[in-house]
């Protein structure tokens, strides 16, 4: 499990510079992949490996029976990481 958690703080520290220096699409991309990381670390805590190979945070969430507003974030947070993966999606979002 420490290594989940090593990488997803590993990522968020990355997500938090890019944001500041206005790299706002691959801050989602790295918040996004932060959160997938942290979740699979709880299912290690709480289950044990292996860990599910899936890459939806709404699904490793709700496999943990999240609280339906972790299952709201987690979906609002793959819309934004969808949409950054694609620049005229992106551009759409940021600047409409």
Do not use: C
């Amino acid at each position: 499990m420490n290594a989940w958690v090593q990488f997803a703080n590993s990522d968020i520290s990355a997500a938090r510079l890019l944001y500041e220096h206005g790299q706002w699409d691959t801050s989602i991309f790295h918040s996004q992949q932060a959160a997938e990381k942290m979740v699979k670390a709880l299912h290690i805590h709480l289950f044990g490996d292996p860990v599910p190979r899936v890459h939806s945070v709404e699904k490793l969430a709700a496999n943990l029976d999240a609280p339906p507003d972790i299952i709201d974030k987690a979906i609002d947070l793959t819309a934004e990481y969808i949409a950054s993966r694609y620049p005229d999606t992106f551009l759409l979002t940021v600047y409409t």
